[in-house]
């Protein structure tokens, strides 16, 4: 089957890291993708791994271990606006076709 | 920059309407995508498709049915609208799969459609 896992709700302060955890059951593996949805618009893209081990993109970062099903998102200098949810989506295959398979989501509230 | 545009923002319906969601992608993009998402549940795939006139089901097709009979619009129908049918609906697309920058199978996705059923 295919069942993703990510926590429902964070908080973290402003100027924090936070650490948004995310395991995974997919049939076949073609990468994982973190997506970024603020309240009431689209999601977009944040990070592309295909690969184990961490990838870095600014104040974003991102990691996976295929071997075990998990990937996390970091985030370092947290400031209001990464305030959204944050959608772990694997690239699993079925019935012959790649498919993203996305998490309920972790919504991150920062406060001040 | 890439641009996913949908018809409408928001929309409500009548049970037993049909109703027709369109979305348009400007990049040239062979794949396109409908999702639906509700609290709680994430997203879901209804449709996709590879290619002009060609369609395939997702995880939920049920209640839905798609066209493209052009490679830049892929329209999502509800034969006859439900209460249950009532969600924000997500178009997505991107090109083949190839290594592009290391963004393989990016998905860009348009603004959203509201959905109410009354």
């Known amino acids: 089957g295919q069942n993703i896992d990510q926590p429902t709700e964070m908080t973290a302060t402003e100027g924090a890291i936070v650490q948004i955890n995310c395991t995974y059951q997919?049939?076949?593996?073609?990468?994982l993708f973190w997506y970024q949805q603020h309240a009431g618009e689209a999601p977009t893209f944040l990070s592309y791994?295909?690969?184990?081990g961490l990838e870095e993109k600014g104040r974003f970062s991102s990691f996976l271990s295929r071997s075990k099903g998990y990937s996390y998102l970091l985030l370092k200098e947290l400031q209001m606006k990464d305030s959204a949810s944050y959608l772990c989506?694997?690239?699993?295959?079925?019935?012959?076709?790649?498919?993203?398979?996305f998490g309920a989501g972790t919504r991150l509230a920062v406060h001040p | 920059d890439v641009k996913v545009t949908q018809s409408s923002r928001y929309l409500v319906k009548r049970t037993g309407e049909k109703v027709f969601l369109e979305c348009v992608q400007d990049?040239?993009?062979?794949?396109m995508f409908w999702y639906r998402q509700d609290p709680g549940l994430g997203l879901r795939l209804i449709y996709f498709?590879?290619?002009?006139?060609?369609?395939e089901k997702g995880d939920i097709p049920e209640g839905y049915s798609v066209s493209r009979e052009k490679k830049e619009r892929f329209s999502l129908i509800l034969e006859s609208a439900s209460t249950n049918q009532t969600s924000m609906y997500l178009c997505?697309?991107?090109?083949?799969?190839?290594?592009?920058?290391?963004?393989?199978?990016?998905?860009?996705f348009g603004p959203g459609t509201r959905l109410t059923v009354t």
């Open positions: 997505a697309s991107s090109p083949y799969p190839r290594q592009t920058q290391g963004r393989t199978y990016e998905q860009y």
């Open positions: 997919t049939s076949g593996f073609n990468g």
């Open positions: 791994n295909v690969l184990d």
């Open positions: 989506a694997p690239l699993g295959s079925k019935g012959g076709y790649n498919k993203l398979i």
């Open positions: 990049m040239d993009h062979e794949n």
């Open positions: 498709s590879y290619d002009v006139k060609m369609k």
